[in-house]
């Protein structure tokens, strides 16, 4: 069975950071990656990650976010740095199994206030 296990949302003033992890069990993980819905938008590209280490960044954190993993434990990370209003979403990690299929974590909120 497969379990996803996010947490380190929470809320931080704007210019702050917060790190974000996602624990993963019960799969063969090919790549995993966050992603963030805002309310009233579509969900979005955040950062992906590959087991080999290549990364992906969507333009709008690229310099600010880091995303990272801790292939023996699972765990991917994401390393949230000057922190915007516009960072305020729900961050959800996704995980892309060796045999094909992906699972999505329950969602993290993440708040930047003024």
């Known amino acids: 069975q497969v379990q996803l296990v996010e947490s380190g949302g929470g809320l931080v003033q704007n210019g702050g950071s917060l790190r974000l992890s996602c624990a993963a069990s019960g799969i063969s993980i090919s790549s995993m990656g966050w992603y963030r819905q805002a309310p009233g938008k579509q969900r979005e590209l955040v950062a992906t990650?590959?087991?080999?280490?290549?990364?992906n960044y969507a333009d709008s954190v690229k310099g600010r976010f880091t995303i990272s993993t801790n292939n023996a434990k699972n765990t991917m990370y994401l390393e949230m740095n000057s922190l915007k209003l516009e960072d305020t979403a729900v961050y959800y990690c996704k995980v892309v199994a060796v045999a094909g299929y992906s699972r999505w974590g329950q969602g993290t909120q993440v708040t930047v206030s003024s």
């Open positions: 990650i590959t087991t080999g280490g290549s990364t």
